[in-house]
């Protein structure tokens, strides 16, 4: 099979260019207009003004009339959010219609989400003199209700308090949303300001997935989208704190049932273009997956946990692992952790784990290509990381052709550096 | 047992939004649904069971007098379902490059696999596994220790907790009451002979179904489940009863406070909905019906809504889902709130008000296009379908016809078949409030 690239591209402006992927496959056309911006500075206010757009703009105002208008749309969809990588700050557009095709009438509902998105991004009802204050007041109270309701999902609440502590003063330790302080004081004019910046100044990468052709995509956006250029997208390097000579643990407690293991393993001397592909390699026969070594020791053998997995994070080259346990089981489940890891080290698995990682992995990155969020989602980190494979089996390849020994090299650099435990009051 | 060798069903075809849906049932009495799809790389399949939680008192052909089984046994069994005696399941689809789960309800079980690889191995595999137990007490009592923490772990989980406390008070005394994985007390009693009286009553073809959606070919799926049935013996009939708990027509309580670890006040608010008070309303009628009245009367395009929203009363937490199946039916509300009582009090008077004026023309024929763009849209994945097919059959409903039932169904009716399910004196909440000062 031909491997071109899944997505050409078109530059619209300076900065702004569209990836495009035609396919008949799907029963629905879908878009992404991502806004790419530094992982740090005016978090908080990009993070609120992502909620006031659901306000809808000049012509259409308030969230009731844009949710009417949707659903005019047999269901269509557009949200704006904010996420992270380990580098960038992402003001994310998200829009999906149902192909008109496949509609009685066949209506352009492409043409109308993008008329929307347009109109959302020049003429905002946010920005316009009768915008009601008092909604920023409401979805303030909103954000922070859901920063605070966060430590409600133990398990999210577990990650994000190792993250927080393994990362401390860099961007990353901060959340997407912001810092909850930030969230409770961020003013309005510096809001307005802060996202007229990011969508004036900030490369943008725009996705389409569906039946239309490049022309007529191209088309549509230049009807409403009009972006202006801007400075293309820049990559720099990733540079966070020092591993720590001894691994901190931290404890919290909470009034809980099951204990909490999080585990952050920096690797030292991280280098994306050698160690990205062993890493993920190694982490699918670590933990990363229902045949790992941890699920089939640490669940299957020794039935101490329902949910253990790993997960490595290529961007800072940390592998995480978490647990839900016994608080008595802490230790022995810490300890098991450890030992897989030096097993690794050692290169201790068999030529059936790696082939069995292979085959998973293959199977994500083949089958990513059935969604259209995966597709995009997954072209989309290419583009931001600089990986320069972007089509699955090339990546595939490079994955097949990790030897053992670069994984047991990743491994033996995997340095422990926080341990967090959320345990139950005594 | 005669075979007629080498004669294959025949498919009943029936084509929508470009995708055709072909269904057929094997002489083992397995219905088979399968949807080709040329242009998509992955493969999904899924074995269900018309067999949950709730089913846990019953008699059945293989075993005398009354059976009255630990709690939480339909989920066990499938936890076990994956252990055979030449090994886990799980790790073997993980060879063939497939990925395998399974996951219980409170009136189904079901077992899938997928995979962007040829399709026939994994698919074997995954019918032999449903219809070839291996129940040991040795593998029963280490997954004791497993099932355990997946307890522990729901015990933490307050959205489960508030969901939960609802049914307790909508169906007390009913199997809906308890918990879908039981209890840390009540898996301690399950033994491996209990797995298998469970298994030899529900786990019979004519009781299951096989959803497969992908790039392979109905005639290869049908040939592949009826060889293995038949391999594993399991064509011969059995009889299963259940016996039906009573249900309370109202509920034990109208509303419970319950002090818990949670930083913001949730709300849970349950409507419990008998069907002998909906006479011809089947259940996709009464989901469809319910999926319209609530997005008109609760979604974020509503009056309702946007009120609540606007002065605070509630916010993005909330949602709502109908509940609607052969046995039970109920819709649940929740969301957080600075004051849940008062979000309750002021949720089941708009509802009312829906109930007693009506709703806007305009407003119901939006959320029916949006019900119609979605069910669209579930043909784009693999597993929807596949899932679909499978609540449809066993709710007796025929799929392919989905999209013609949310055409049909006029406003009158709509509003109809609303005010006959949700009557007040059949509201219960449950009050999540945090207990820190």
């Known amino acids: 099979m031909k491997e071109v690239d899944l997505f050409s591209q078109h ?179 510096a809001i307005v300001e802060a996202l007229d910046r990011f969508a004036k100044e900030q490369p943008v990468l725009i996705y389409y997935v569906g039946s239309r052709s490049a022309s007529a995509v191209k088309a549509i956006l230049k009807r409403h989208l009009q972006l202006k250029g801007r400075s293309a997208l820049r990559l720099k390097a990733f540079k966070g704190p020092a591993i720590r000579n001894r691994p901190k643990t931290f404890r919290e407690q909470q009034e809980i049932s099951q204990s909490r293991l999080a585990m952050g393993f920096r690797l030292e001397g991280y280098k994306r273009s050698q160690d990205l592909y062993p890493a993920h390699l190694g982490d699918a026969i670590f933990g990363g997956s229902s045949s790992s070594k941890l699920f089939r020791d640490v669940r299957e053998k020794h039935s101490l946990a329902y949910s253990i997995h790993s997960a490595f994070e290529g961007g800072t080259g940390t592998l995480y692992v978490t647990a839900g346990t016994d608080s008595a089981n802490l230790d022995r489940v810490t300890t098991l952790v450890k030992r897989h890891l030096k097993s690794m080290a050692a290169g201790k698995f068999q030529d059936q784990d790696r082939a069995t990682a292979l085959a998973s992995i293959e199977h994500s990155l083949e089958s990513s290509r059935d969604s259209a969020e995966s597709m995009i989602g997954f072209h989309l980190g290419a583009q931001l990381s600089g990986r320069k494979n972007s089509h699955p089996a090339k990546v595939l390849r490079r994955y097949a052709s990790v030897k053992p020994e670069n994984v047991a090299n990743v491994f033996e650099r995997f340095k422990l550096d926080t341990v967090f435990r959320l345990e139950p009051l005594a | 047992m005669s075979r007629r060798k080498g004669k294959m069903p025949s498919f009943q075809t029936q084509s929508k939004f470009g995708d055709h849906i072909e269904s057929t049932v094997l002489d083992c009495g397995l219905p088979v649904m399968v949807v080709p799809k040329r242009d998509f790389r992955k493969t999904y399949a899924l ?299 002021a949720l089941c008077k708009g509802l009312t008000r829906c109930l007693d004026e009506g709703l806007a023309t305009a407003d119901l024929r939006r959320q029916r296009r949006k019900s119609f763009g979605e069910l669209v849209r579930s043909y784009d994945s693999m597993s929807s379908l596949c899932w679909n097919l499978i609540e449809c059959h066993a709710k007796g409903v025929d799929f392919a016809a989905y999209g013609d039932r949310v055409k049909a169904l006029s406003n009158a009716r709509i509003m109809e078949i609303a005010r006959a399910a949700l009557r007040p004196d059949r509201f219960s909440a449950h009050y999540l409030i945090p207990n820190r000062g």
């Not at chain 1, 659901?54 to 308030?62: E, K, N």
């Open chain 1, 11 to 189: 530059e619209l402006a300076s900065g702004v260019i569209l990836h495009h992927h035609r396919s008949k496959q799907w029963k629905k056309e879908s878009l992404r207009i991502a806004f790419v911006g530094e992982s740090d500075g005016d978090v908080a206010e990009r993070s609120l003004g992502a909620y006031l757009f659901r306000h809808g703009h000049r012509r259409r105002r308030g969230m009731d009339r844009v949710s009417k208008y949707f659903q005019d749309l047999y269901g269509g969809g557009f949200s704006v959010r904010v996420s992270r990588t380990a580098r960038h700050h992402l003001l994310d557009m998200r829009g999906m219609v149902v192909d008109g095709a496949f509609l009685p009438g066949k209506p352009n509902t492409f043409e109308s989400l993008v008329e929307h998105a347009g109109a959302m991004l020049h003429e905002p009802w946010f920005k316009q003199r009768n915008f009601e204050r008092d909604l920023l007041e409401l979805e303030r109270t909103n954000l922070l209700r859901a920063i605070d309701g966060l430590v409600d999902n133990k398990a999210q609440f577990a990650d994000q308090r190792l993250t927080e502590e393994m990362f401390a003063g860099h961007p990353l330790a901060i959340p997407a949303y912001g810092r909850r302080d930030d969230v409770a004081t961020a003013k309005f004019s």
């Open chain 2, 47 to 345: 074995i269900g069971v018309n067999y949950g939680s709730i089913n846990n008192h019953f008699k059945t052909s293989i075993a005398k007098g009354k059976q009255r089984v630990p709690d939480g046994i339909a989920h066990f069994l499938e936890h076990k379902m994956f252990e055979k005696k030449d090994g886990d399941v799980m790790e073997k689809f993980s060879q063939l490059g497939c990925s395998s789960n399974a996951m219980t309800s409170f009136n189904h079980t079901g077992y899938l696999f997928e995979t962007t690889g040829p399709p026939e191995v994994g698919l074997e595999l995954l019918v032999d596994f449903v219809t070839r137990p291996y129940f040991t007490e040795e593998l029963v009592q280490k997954e004791k220790g497993i099932i355990g923490e997946e307890i522990k772990m729901y015990l933490d989980d307050p959205s489960w907790r508030g969901f939960m406390g609802v049914l307790e008070d909508l169906y007390p005394g009913h199997p809906l009451s308890i918990d879908i994985a039981g209890s840390l007390e009540s898996i301690a009693e399950i033994k491996a002979s209990d797995l298998q009286l469970c298994y030899d009553a529900f786990y019979t073809p004519p009781n299951m179904h096989l959803a497969v959606a992908g790039p392979i070919d109905p005639k290869t799926v049908a040939e592949i489940a009826e060889r293995v049935i038949h391999r594993n013996g399991k064509d011969a009939p059995v009889a299963t009863e259940n016996f039906a708990a009573k249900v309370r027509r109202k509920p034990l309580k109208r509303r419970r406070k319950v002090l818990s670890p949670v930083t913001n006040q949730k709300l849970y608010l349950g409507i419990k909905i008998l069907a002998d008070e909906l006479p011809n309303v089947d259940p996709v009628d009464l989901e469809i019906a319910l999926d319209i009245f609530l997005g008109a009367a609760l979604g974020r395009s509503a009056p309702l809504y946007q009120e609540l929203f606007r002065n605070g009363a509630l916010d993005d937490s909330f949602g709502y889902s109908a509940y609607s199946e052969r046995e039970y039916a109920f819709v649940m509300l929740s969301g957080d709130s600075p004051d849940a009582e008062a979000l309750d009090r």
